[in-house]
């Protein structure tokens, strides 16, 4: 039963509703590109919660609500009072009583939680510091797309294990029957706690969760090579120390000409920084000579294995899927 459930974090679902989310993804995108209508919120207002910055996930939510017939409405950091001059479940209150389901990006996964907990409507993770559960359903439906299956492949995530890429990597990775290694330098390795949790599920699911700093060894039998940001919203005065930390784990053709699967994929959850082509970019490479932080251009370029732009686009049809299973009243099998 998935009506009026929220997303928080992947462990909300069990494997087989995740897999099931994967799989509806794909189908509304085939209804998208056959131009094939699904209005299945019709009539319903969203409220879309930004206390961060997005390009993906606020395109997403809001071209995905206008396809299922619903209206969606934008409230950015300065908009909202959240948790500053009204409480979370104060504020929670009262955007369940006006809105049929609510989306939030921010920092803390304590306020996702206290706005499902509070205004009575499904609510949607859009990324915390915690975990980033609507990335995951856009990311393993792009691999099920490439590869026709999840269960026995490999992924390898280089960089920042700590983040919330990170650990919703790991975790649904697990769950999923996918293989995870995260290449990270020991400062940088995912918290003890995230990795029992994938234990848990890669024991049930028969797959291996493994934590190395030997990032060339561990990108040898990948099927899916992943990065993201070396500093996260939020850490931008770190990136000094992360540029020291990281800078062996960027991922550059060096690198990918380890992998022995020559149909391995590249993956990035975007923004990426491959050029000096932005702000922080640029000062990066003023201040300490790097051009390329977690990808190389090249690499970010390869259009034989780099998947970035299919994933990003496939954050629309994964969030619809979402939204869709979540309040639309569908009739869904027990799954
Ligand atoms: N991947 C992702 O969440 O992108 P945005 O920050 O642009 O939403």
Same mark, same amino acid.
């Given at each position: 039963?998935?009506?009026?459930?929220?997303?928080?974090?992947?462990?909300?679902?069990?494997?087989?509703?995740?897999?099931?989310?994967?799989?509806?993804?794909?189908?509304? *995108?085939?209804?998208? *590109?056959?131009?094939?209508?699904?209005?299945?919120?019709?009539?319903q207002?969203?409220?879309?919660?930004?206390?961060?910055?997005?390009?993906?996930?606020?395109?997403?939510?809001?071209?995905?609500?206008?396809?299922?017939?619903?209206?969606? +409405?934008?409230?950015?950091?300065?908009?909202?009072?959240?948790?500053?001059?009204?409480?979370?479940?104060?504020?929670?209150?009262?955007?369940?009583?006006?809105?049929d389901?609510? +989306?939030?990006?921010?920092?803390?996964?304590?306020?996702?939680?206290?706005?499902?907990?509070?205004?009575?409507?499904?609510? &949607?993770?859009?990324?915390?510091?915690? &975990?980033h559960?609507?990335?995951?359903?856009?990311?393993?439906?792009?691999?099920k797309?490439?590869?026709?299956?999840?269960?026995?492949?490999?992924?390898?995530?280089?960089?920042?294990?700590?983040?919330?890429?990170?650990?919703?990597?790991?975790?649904?990775?697990?769950?999923?029957?996918?293989?995870?290694?995260?290449?990270?330098?020991?400062?940088?390795?995912?918290?003890?706690?995230v990795?029992?949790?994938?234990?848990?599920?890669? *024991?049930?699911?028969?797959?291996?969760?493994?934590?190395?700093?030997?990032?060339?060894?561990a990108?040898?039998?990948?099927?899916?090579?992943?990065?993201?940001?070396w500093?996260?919203?939020? +850490?931008?005065?770190?990136?000094?120390?992360?540029?020291?930390?990281?800078?062996?784990?960027?991922?550059?053709?060096?690198?990918?000409?380890?992998?022995?699967?020559?149909?391995?994929?590249?993956?990035?959850?975007?923004?990426?920084?491959?050029?000096t082509?932005? *702000?922080?970019?640029a000062?990066?490479?003023?201040?300490?000579?790097?051009?390329?932080?977690?990808?190389?251009?090249?690499?970010?370029?390869?259009?034989?294995?780099?998947?970035?732009?299919?994933?990003?686009?496939?954050?629309?049809?994964?969030?619809?899927?979402?939204?869709?299973?979540?309040?639309?009243?569908?009739?869904?099998?027990?799954?």
């Amino acid at each position: 039963m998935f009506q009026g459930r929220s997303l928080l974090k992947e462990v909300d679902f069990t494997p087989a509703e995740l897999e099931y989310l994967i799989d509806f993804s794909i189908h509304l *995108k085939d209804l998208k *590109k056959r131009n094939i209508p699904h209005e299945y919120l019709k009539g319903q207002n969203i409220c879309l919660l930004f206390e961060k910055s997005s390009t993906r996930t606020r395109s997403a939510f809001t071209v995905a609500c206008n396809d299922l017939g619903a209206y969606p +409405e934008f409230m950015g950091a300065g908009d909202i009072q959240l948790g500053k001059k009204e409480s979370v479940e104060d504020s929670a209150k009262v955007f369940g009583s006006m809105f049929d389901g609510i +989306e939030f990006r921010g920092f803390s996964q304590e306020h996702v939680e206290a706005l499902a907990k509070y205004s009575g409507v499904p609510v &949607w993770n859009g990324l915390t510091d915690a &975990w980033h559960p609507t990335q995951m359903i856009a990311d393993f439906m792009t691999i099920k797309e490439e590869f026709g299956k999840l269960k026995g492949l490999k992924l390898v995530y280089c960089g920042d294990g700590r983040n919330n890429m990170a650990n919703s990597l790991v975790v649904t990775g697990s769950m999923l029957g996918v293989s995870v290694t995260i290449a990270s330098p020991e400062e940088l390795f995912p918290e003890q706690s995230v990795i029992d949790y994938a234990e848990k599920f890669a *024991k049930e699911s028969g797959s291996t969760v493994t934590v190395t700093s030997d990032i060339k060894s561990a990108v040898k039998d990948a099927d899916i090579l992943y990065t993201d940001v070396w500093v996260s919203m939020g +850490e931008e005065d770190k990136f000094e120390e992360r540029i020291k930390l990281l800078k062996p784990y960027q991922i550059n053709k060096e690198l990918t000409d380890l992998i022995e699967n020559e149909n391995y994929i590249f993956l990035h959850c975007l923004p990426a920084f491959h050029d000096t082509e932005t *702000k922080y970019g640029a000062e990066m490479a003023e201040r300490f000579g790097v051009k390329e932080m977690e990808v190389t251009d090249e690499v970010f370029r390869d259009e034989k294995h780099a998947r970035q732009f299919e994933e990003a686009e496939n954050r629309m049809h994964s969030i619809k899927a979402i939204m869709a299973a979540t309040n639309g009243n569908l009739f869904i099998p027990r799954v």
